[in-house]
Nanobody, 114 residues
Framework: VQLVESGGGLVQAGGSLRLSCADSGSTVSNNAMAWYRQAPGEQRHWVAAITVDGGFTNYADSVKGRFTISRDNAKNTIYLQMNSLKFEDTAVYYC????????WGQGTRVTVSS
């Protein structure tokens, strides 16, 4: 499992970011996938999930209506479009299978200024 997250950064509240997760192996194409996040002092938890074929998605209540998960199996990549960002979205974001494998990438940091 080798997943590389990118696209994070510093953004003002109300702004948008698009995260990407590239896979050098076959994890993305063979698994339901999810985006997880870990805020300072908190445990990591999932925020968005997508089935292998992309036909079904699910979101944590905290991001529903603002975030959109998608995937491109041909590119072994999943995405997270984040709109209307809030201060409480500040976290390190990770991608992994759902359920998650033990190995995690380095994540990408999202900082939302209020």
């Amino acid at each position: 499992v080798q997943l590389v997250e990118s696209g994070g950064g510093l953004v003002q509240a109300g702004g948008s970011l698009r995260l990407s997760c590239a896979d050098s192996g076959s994890t993305v194409s063979n698994n339901a996938m999810a985006w997880y996040r870990q805020a300072p002092g908190e445990q990591r938890h999932w925020v968005a999930a997508i089935t292998v074929d992309g036909g079904f998605t699910n979101y944590a209540d905290s991001v529903k209506g603002r975030f959109t998960i998608s995937r491109d199996n041909a590119k072994n990549t999943i995405y997270l479009q984040m709109n209307s960002l809030k201060f409480e979205d500040t976290a390190v974001y990770y991608c992994n299978a759902l359920p998650a494998y033990d190995t995690w990438g380095q994540g990408t940091r999202v900082t939302v200024s209020s």
